[in-house]
């Protein structure tokens, strides 16, 4: 984003009037961090702006450049391209950097389904504008240390602790291809916050071991690796090593395949019965050994 937009705030007038914008001069917002996706949300969107049109106006500021930027109202502005429209309602604001980044944070912070990328770079954005506005009015300002600290004012306003969220915002040192892996849920969000500390070639070469072992991290192999990275001794090598442990998990887990049993019982029998069958015979099988340590 251009330092140069809209650096000071302009005087607001009275009264903020709604215009019609063609959807030509209207372009996202820069670094904008949340997914507009195409999905069946979406497709509803659509289909109440052909009917009804666009009932709530997005929010605007005038581009140096040209056109407007889109501060609130991505997934509308997109909707409104696939309903055909060629304008859409919006109201137009002269706001400067830092307070267009609040406003579009936390316009979409009140949606219900985030994933944590976004969560992490939003939460990112705002830590920053925050800390330079305050900064700002330190300059100007001899009340210095009433203030909450910036992370605080994020995590009451999203009903959160300050550490979680800074261990969101430590999600962004995450290479996208682990990032991924934290939205699709393959990988927790507790073992990623600790990932996150590893530099990025070491976190390439993570994925290759991740490969190798065919296992995402657990925690504690999680802080290990961190704990390597810190000592100078995260190689590739190192990696594999941890990665290729049996987990506490996996050790109390005992799977046997239905392809390995069923040529031991009736094609009739059912998982549930085989599971029956196999326990009444470990039980006589233990009962055998007791008697046997009897004599």
């Known amino acids: 984003m251009a330092a140069t937009k809209a650096t000071e705030k302009s005087d607001a007038p009275a009264a903020e009037q709604v215009v019609q914008i063609p959807l030509s001069e209207l372009h996202p917002f820069e670094g904008h961090p949340f ?50 429209k060629e304008t859409m309602p919006v109201i137009v604001r002269n706001m400067t950097d830092d307070e267009a980044i609040i406003l579009m944070v936390d316009s979409n912070l009140q949606r219900e389904n985030i994933l944590p990328s976004e969560r992490a770079f939003a939460y990112r954005m705002k830590l920053e504008a925050l800390k330079h506005q305050g900064k700002r009015q330190d300059l100007t300002s001899s009340q210095v240390g009433t203030k909450l600290r910036a992370d605080e004012a994020i995590a009451d306003q999203v009903g959160s602790s300050r550490n979680q969220v800074q261990r969101f915002i430590r999600l962004t ?22 990932l996150s500390y590893l530099k990025h070639e070491e976190q390439a ?91």
């Not at 995402?216 to 590739?236: E, H, I, M, V, Y």
């Not at 069923?262 to 233990?286: A, G, V």
Request: net charge negative; charged share 30%.
């Open 35 to 84: 997914k507009v996706v195409d999905d069946e949300l979406m497709q509803d969107t659509v289909d109440s702006i052909m009917q009804f049109g666009v009932l709530t106006p997005a929010i605007v500021r005038p581009d140096p450049d040209g056109g407007y930027e889109m501060v609130a109202g991505h997934r509308r502005l997109r909707a409104s391209e696939i309903a055909g």
């Open 173 to 194: 040192e995450l290479v996208p291809p682990l990032m991924d892996m934290v939205d699709s849920k393959q990988l927790a969000f507790n073992p990623a916050v600790e």
């Open 205 to 295: 070469q993570f994925l290759d071991a991740m490969d190798y072992a065919q296992a995402t991290p657990s925690l504690s192999q999680a802080q290990r690796l961190k704990k390597l990275s810190q000592d100078g001794k995260c190689t590739s090598e190192a990696m594999c090593a941890v990665m290729s442990e049996e987990k506490k998990s996996e050790l109390d887990h005992l799977t046997l395949r239905n392809d390995v049993l069923s040529k031991y019982f009736p094609k009739s029998y059912t998982p549930q019965k085989m599971q029956e069958t196999i326990i009444k015979l470990l039980e006589q099988w233990q009962k055998k050994r007791q008697r046997d340590n009897e004599r």
